[in-house]
Nanobody, 126 residues
Framework: QVPLVESGGGLVQSGGSLRLACAAT????????MGWYRQAPGKQRELVAT????????LYADSVKGRFTISRDNAKDTVYLQMNSLKPEDTAIYYC???????????????????WGQGTQVTVSS
């Protein structure tokens, strides 16, 4: 198991910003494609954004394009999710995950990811 720890969640007003971080206690993040997912109450877990091993390619859900940015700092074994212009519908638990598949691709499917963090709550008030 690869311990992944998310941080940076909290309560923010609509239109505000948050920056989530996902850190690993082992130096393996730098070798893998990474993803951010979210799950709202009563809904299925859904893709937010993914990034390749080297950060050269990213992929976003349509609902967050232009508002969220995924990035990574491999020297710190950390992946970030900058969230701007937040909306109440962004309220969810946000999870990061790492994939053991080919690291130079972005992956959409939950099944493509092997290790998950415990999640961090993001609440956006209207």
């Amino acid at each position: 198991q690869v311990p992944l720890v998310e941080s940076g969640g909290g309560l923010v007003q609509s239109g505000g910003s948050l920056r989530l971080a996902c850190a690993a206690t082992e130096s393996i993040i730098r070798l893998t494609a990474m993803g951010w997912y979210r799950q709202a109450p009563g809904k299925q877990r859904e893709l937010v954004a993914t990034i390749t091993e080297d950060g050269a390619s990213t992929l976003y859900a349509d609902s967050v394009k232009g508002r969220f940015t995924i990035s990574r700092d491999n020297a710190k074994d950390t992946v970030y999710l900058q969230m701007n212009s937040l909306k109440p519908e962004d309220t969810a638990i946000y999870y990061c995950a790492t994939s053991r598949l080919y690291a130079s691709m972005c992956y959409r499917a939950i099944a493509d990811y092997d290790y998950w963090g415990q999640g961090t709550q993001v609440t956006v008030s209207s």
